[in-house]
């Protein structure tokens, strides 16, 4: 029942970010080797699993530990940093609170009766054909494109290395098409097309860096999968969102 | 029928950018030497009559079609288009929508039909005896001024060269006096006063240039005509705005 | 009966600001030797004291007049200075309303019946036993960290030289701590704590520099003073805040 952990509030924020796009509360298991979240929104339609090394600590003690957290609150808390400020978070084994000092700032976070909190999902391991890597501002630039016309998205991969994420609105129509100039890798065996949901990959996005490396598995009318990672390595962050059936689309 | 244009994106938007602020859709005539639009408001209030020059494009090949576009979605589209992109319109006669090209985005665009939309005003040749040109700032700084007592605004010239740009409100008045220091050339035949819905001009005002020329012509309790260019003078704008009668203000 | 005061607008801005925090209409009292204003909100639980010197003005020349004064409008005036402008502000003894003039822009302002406004308080002279100094960041700090949890704020001050800023919300509580490295001086002869709504604090706070250095007075169960100055001294602001009972908190 020991959780102490001292680390860069921005790099435990930015840590978070993936998960509380999709959910206001979660389950933060303290491991002995790092913190681990797993969270499915709502609706079932994305899921996050994100993992941050004790490696990333200025300080890391715990022992398996699972805490209900509100993730607005935390964020918050964290929040209140000056830059250069030392988080400090402790689970006070009495009140079952946790402590989080930030300078002169003493927060105490109630914690949520992790039996509450929604179950999490089990990412399945899927054998996607196609794995692409860009930038996560084609990424960017692709949804925006895409919301311009539609609710919905698709992503097309075929094996000349070529990405298209597309949509087609009422009237207008609007591709984007990252080929060898945009991709960083691409190794696609089939062609292969699926459709999703516009908001839940907007959401997925928006807390990734510009700058990022992020490899997309597509499949046919499969999920999608991105992959990336934050704080020099150190936090590993996967997201997959279901695939819209196309007639729906 | 033919329509194939490339241009900096850039230029585009600051040509569509005085039309759209007074309309949403219109007609862009695609003639030989270059794109036109005129347009008015739904309250026939305030008009517009853009051209901008074959000469700014980076490719232009047109023979006189004219073109029905949503404004928005087309200003959407070019708002894509990152720093040094350049965007490439075509006309797809088959399809009878437009091809728009920026990098590897690919976007069509349905086009509306011309006599859905709203006929283009004619406007008129007046001999209005006041023409005063400042800085798009000093017309920026009387509106906003004017704004704060009233809904209209007065503009007023005097053979002295001086235009003064008032409002009276309900308890408060305000008066911006531009004279010899603040206009850059000042002709005034006759004493003039017009006055003029705020709104209107505001609309107007928001995307000229704050250190664009633009020159004023005012008389006597008639409308009122802004003229300036844009795109290094490849791109001329010209706004009418008709007078509120004084009794009313 | 005569008020001419010509003064940099962002002087006589910056000694509004306190004021129009808590009212939208004050008396401004223009004696021999500068303005001063009192004024409490409509609650009648915070009020402000200001005076700004006559040396602060470039040109101060006034005898004791007292002017009904719309804040908003005012600073609205204020706010259409451009840098470098000097606001030369007359009363009109003709038509009762000060005429402002900023570089080529005239405003009549209308007055209001003094009468008519909100009667000044007279901020009680308390003997506080607490007396902190710290810079207006500190503060900022500490009442977005109260947010976080409460509508309320307690502050807590000791002979030891600590002040204690902090909240309890339903669930999670907040701390902050000011020590010797964050005070600026301190001067505590007993252990006191008075607690106030979080609103009024905020809006006191808001127009503070986050640089400035700010003095805390408070006692036990007694209503907080804050004073600062601004305008290099020559405007000075004293707030005061009733305190609510520790038991409704």
Tied chains: 1, 2, 3.
């Excluded at 004790?54 to 805490?67: E, P």
């Excluded at 949520?112 to 929604?118: A, F, G």
């Excluded at 860009?134 to 998205?153: F, K, M, N």
């Amino acid at each position: 029942m020991t959780v102490a952990v001292t680390v860069d509030p921005e790099t435990l924020a930015d840590a978070l970010a993936p998960v509380s796009t999709l959910v206001d509360e979660c389950k933060i298991h303290a491991e002995a080797d790092g913190l681990e979240i797993a969270a499915v929104d709502p609706a079932n339609v994305a899921m996050v699993d994100m993992t941050l090394d004790a490696s990333a600590c200025a300080h890391y003690d715990a022992d398996g530990t699972t805490l209900g957290v509100n993730l607005d609150r935390l964020e918050d808390v964290l929040g209140m940093a000056d830059s250069g400020d030392m988080v400090k978070i402790e689970l006070n084994e009495e009140t079952r609170k946790l402590d989080i000092r930030i300078g002169g700032l003493a927060y105490t976070l109630a914690l949520i009766d992790p039996d509450s909190i929604r179950q999490e999902p089990d990412i399945p391991d899927l054998d996607l054909p196609a794995t692409l890597v860009c930038e996560g501002s084609e990424i960017s630039r692709a949804l925006t494109a895409a919301d311009l016309v539609s609710d919905h998205v698709q992503m097309a991969a075929s094996p000349n290395g070529e990405l298209v994420i597309g949509a087609d609105g009422d009237t207008d129509d609007v591709e984007v098409t990252l080929d060898d100039d945009d991709l960083l890798s691409a190794t696609v065996s089939d062609n292969v097309e699926s459709l999703f949901s516009l908001d839940y990959l907007k959401s997925i996005e928006k807390p990734i860096d510009k700058d990022a490396d992020v490899s997309l598995l597509v499949g046919q009318e499969m999920p999608v999968k991105l992959r990336y990672s934050i704080a020099d390595g150190d936090c590993s962050v996967v997201h997959m969102v279901a695939p819209r059936i196309q007639s729906e689309g």
